[in-house]
């Protein structure tokens, strides 16, 4: 049950990934189940990785900001 109401918070929410690790307690023994359930894993997957070339990747546009950090109290406080 527990599983399934962890499930149900990673799939309804865009950032919180796709494994499951579970930490099972029992009475003398801790049990460690790290990737208890796993979802939207890669079927195929290039072992060392992807290269691009750089001639072949254009960049269209370039922006950049000034940022200015302030220090100070914050806009709100959270609990």
């Avoid at 399934?4 to 307690?25: F, K, P, Q, R, T």
């Amino acid at each position: 049950m527990v599983v399934a109401a962890i499930e149900a918070g990673i799939y309804h929410d865009l950032g919180s990934g796709n494994s499951l690790d579970v930490l099972l307690i029992k009475k003398g023994k801790i049990e460690y189940m790290r990737n208890y359930k796993k979802d939207n894993f890669k079927i195929f997957s290039k072992p060392d990785g992807y290269k691009f070339r750089a001639e072949r990747c254009i960049v269209l546009e370039e922006v950049k900001h000034s940022i200015k950090e302030e220090s100070g109290e914050q806009p709100m406080e959270l609990c």
